[in-house]
């Protein structure tokens, strides 16, 4: 299934830089602040996170300065559940293009969710200034930054591609999907530690591909903190078998895509 995923981008390689391109110049396109816009979501949402849950309910952050402890995960979980939602909408989007020519259906939620990287480099600049200002001196665990998008990538387009295929014949589908990500935001640790919850939870927590993703970048980015192998290893794994899944599922429902658009 995977050979067959990346047979495909690669005989159609020229289509996905296109669409690729496409969703990175809408993305600015007629926009007050340009590409300012990457930034603008994770910081005042870092700040917010700051004041509510850092200064007033006191929420722990293993002795690392709050808004550092937020945002270096806030930067992984806002490309995450943007391109979740917009990936997921991506092929009722383009029914005009679906129904009319033939391509590989499934580069149209991939170039939609590779697009948001764009946003993610643009962002993590404010959290190398972020760091400088705080005095964190970074670690050679900071080259890992790069290759944990791999598995953060890998699980955004099995998501996606699920809840795409979805959402062509569940028109709600598109509705539900801001509750998931919500849902999904306080089940991963962006505004807490894993050290607050209880042992005998953490296993079940751990079930959460994010968790593991999410530890992974702040134990790269902090001197103070050892990468938990075995947590990301089992990110990993599942992320892996979520896209595995979800692209069994998006073949298998893209046949009718043409008749039910």
């Known amino acids: 299934m995977t050979q067959l995923f990346l047979k495909e981008l690669w005989n159609y390689r020229e289509l996905f830089y296109f669409m690729l391109w496409r969703d990175v110049k809408v993305r600015y396109k007629q926009t007050v602040l340009g590409a300012a816009w990457a930034v603008i979501q994770p910081f005042f949402t870092m700040v917010v996170f700051t004041i509510f849950f850092g200064k007033l309910a006191k929420m722990p952050s293993d002795g690392i300065p709050y808004p550092v402890f937020s945002y270096c995960a806030l930067l992984p979980w806002t490309y995450f559940s943007g391109a979740l939602s917009q990936a997921s909408n991506s092929i009722v989007a383009n029914k005009n293009l679906v129904t009319k020519v033939y391509f590989p259906r499934i580069i149209i939620p991939s170039s939609s969710a590779l697009s948001g990287l764009v946003d993610f480099s643009i962002a993590s600049v404010i959290l190398l200034g972020m760091m400088a200002y705080y005095k964190i001196q970074p670690s050679l665990e900071l080259l890992l930054w790069p290759f944990l998008m791999i598995p953060l990538v890998i699980l955004v387009v099995g998501v996606a591609t699920f809840l795409a295929s979805l959402n062509v014949r569940y028109r709600d589908i598109k509705h539900i999907i801001p509750f998931i990500v919500q849902l999904w935001l306080f089940l991963t640790p962006v505004i807490y530690p894993t050290s607050i919850i209880p042992k005998h939870l953490q296993i079940l927590i751990s079930l959460n591909p994010m968790v593991g993703i999410i530890e992974a970048f702040r134990a790269a980015l902090l001197p103070d903190r050892n990468v938990e192998w075995r947590l990301l290893c089992l990110s990993i794994a599942l992320s892996l078998l979520i896209f595995i899944l979800g692209l069994a ?12 658009l």
Request: aromatic share 24%; charged share 40%; glycine share 0%.
């Open 249 to 260: 599922y998006f073949k298998t429902a893209e046949k009718e895509f043409a008749d039910i």
